[in-house]
């Protein structure tokens, strides 16, 4: 059971990671590379070339990242003792990405370089406290065998927004407002992404290394 939780775990991890590397450089990158000229004042013009290492870093990154929300998603899915399939595992990504990023994106955007925001430890305590009122709400709306339970679950995910999250006291910054709603809505569809393969792919190893072994144990 602990071999095929890693290993689904880790695959399906370096799996979302690579595709959202790709996005990044596509997409995303870009638009970091432009922000990063307006906050040092300098003029726009001409492509940027970009160092390698900040590429393998950032490979590298995504992969550790997607192999850790990987080895959650796969315990949750081996806990709960029951067939998951693609499909199934596709459901469990889009409440990752709800739980981990649409949710906590209501109140803290993705922000490019240059953009005005609140102390960096009043964001991530917001962020984690988000994302886990999130998470157990969902868990109540979608589990829980009655209404007073889903209302509180219900409750609990609008709570930390009724809160507020924390922001500068001014708004401003060198990053023209057109550029910083495309990195939003880029960010946030890389994560969609990110999420969908991650979990389809873990649904999908989970089912397939189980049948693999069921059929080894037969064989011998």
Partial sequence: MISRTLLTGLLAGLAAGVVLTVLYLAKTQPLIL???????????????EIPL???????????????AFGLILSAVLTLRGRPVGLRQGVIWGA?????????????????LPGSMAAQ???RQLWWLLTAAATA???GLLTFAGNWPARLAGAA????????GAPHPESLGGGVPPELAAQFVAVSLGANALFWAVLGGSSGYLHDRLALDR????GAA
């Avoid at 609990?156 to 809160?163: A, N, R």
């Avoid at 069921?214 to 144990?217: E, Q, T, V």
């Fill in 95 to 111: 409440a990752g990405f709800v739980v981990f990023a649409l949710a906590p994106a209501f109140g803290l955007p993705p922000e």
């Fill in 120 to 122: 960096l430890e009043a």
């Fill in 34 to 48: 432009q922000a990063e000229l307006y906050e040092h004042g300098a003029a726009l013009t001409g492509p940027q």
């Fill in 214 to 217: 069921r059929s080894a144990a």
């Fill in 156 to 163: 609990l995910i609008v709570l930390p927004h009724i809160v």
């Fill in 136 to 138: 157990g709400g969902l």
């Fill in 53 to 67: 290492a900040r590429t393998v870093k950032t490979l590298m990154f995504n992969i550790l990242t997607g192999a």
